[in-house]
């Protein structure tokens, strides 16, 4: 009974629906995009052609599709924004991840209404898909909070070494503007300006102009991007006994990124198939996500409220406890 008050199931499950419905979000707008199908709506939204219903054709279909997601996905982070909020208002992680993933699911939507009514440009394409990411982290993190107040989270106050908590964010911050370069290469068309992987029409250094130099950019980006990855995982092993979650979590988000990299060159070896275009996109939706959870790890929980003597005696509950506040 204990448990199902601290943490409510049904609640948890929700959060859980949020965050693969976020997903699929990314991974529908990866699939507007590897298609082409953009404009499958024409200038009209949130209406199709003016229609509520779509034209049946293809590219009308899947941007139509898209919209159907995000707005379901909207229903239910509106769902786990109240559930929470009426659970845990007085928690920290709370006050800052609700107002997060509704703000950046609203701006995702608005960028996206813009592109279908003025014109697809590729800086607001990239930003667009950079403000999904984060809509995402903060979905995801906010059901990390759920399953791990109470219980898993006490190990928040284990202490990490102030150079590898920086290296951590600087590490999510890095990740972000490579995804963002990746989504602007993406978007310029510029996916097949090196038509060889993983060396660049058959050079080592390509040069820096044009739509070749963006794509190489993006290259030599994941690679330092692995490196830096690598890094955490060599500094969170000497941690291990103290903060498994964090060397587990440098050690998945690795892995992953090594997985993105095979994808980027599936991307190129493949011509820009449109299933590898999709995978490339999820992997790094996933990427992020593990990146930012690692920062969430690396957060201290809240101090818990001094206990305050009612005048009947009680002790009112303690802030850090992972008591719901009613």
Request: charge should be positive; glycine fraction near 12%.
């Amino acid at each position: 009974m204990r448990d199902r008050v601290k943490r409510p199931r049904a609640l948890r499950r929700l959060a859980v629906a949020a965050t693969v419905g976020m997903f699929l979000v990314l991974i529908a707008g990866a699939t507007v995009t590897s298609t082409g199908s953009g404009a499958g709506c024409g200038r009209s939204w949130p209406l199709c052609h003016g229609r509520v219903l779509p034209q049946f054709t293809l590219e009308s279909i899947i941007e139509y599709s898209h919209r159907a997601v995000t707005g379901v996905e909207g229903l239910l982070i509106v769902a786990l924004a109240i559930g929470a909020w009426r659970g845990w208002k007085r928690r920290s992680e709370v006050r800052v991840l609700v107002p997060l993933m509704i703000g950046f699911l609203v701006l995702q939507s608005i960028l996206g209404a813009w592109a279908a009514v003025f014109g697809q440009q590729p800086a607001t394409m990239a930003l667009h898909f950079g403000v999904s990411l984060t809509a995402f982290a903060s979905v995801m993190l906010l059901a990390a909070f759920l399953y791990e107040v109470g219980g898993f989270e006490a190990m928040r106050n284990r202490p990490v070494p102030s150079g590898l908590r920086w290296l951590i964010w600087g590490t999510l911050g890095y990740t972000y503007l490579l995804v963002y370069v990746g989504a602007y290469v993406r978007h310029t068309n510029s996916g097949l300006a090196c038509i060889d992987w993983p060396l660049c029409n058959g050079q080592v250094w390509p040069g820096l102009s044009g739509p070749v130099g963006i794509m190489f950019a993006h290259r030599l980006a994941a690679v330092a991007g692995t490196l830096l990855i690598g890094a955490l995982v060599v500094w969170t092993w000497r941690v291990r006994r103290a903060r498994p979650d964090l060397y587990w979590s440098a050690v998945i988000a690795l892995g992953l990124m090594l997985l993105q990299s095979l994808s980027g060159g599936l991307v190129v070896l493949s011509k820009l198939h449109v299933y590898s275009t999709i995978s490339h996109a999820g992997l790094a939706t996933l990427l992020f996500g593990a990146l930012s959870y690692m920062c969430y790890r690396t957060l201290p929980l809240p101090s818990e409220r001094p206990v305050i003597q009612s005048t009947g005696g009680q002790a009112s509950p303690a802030l850090g406890t992972g008591a719901p506040q009613r």
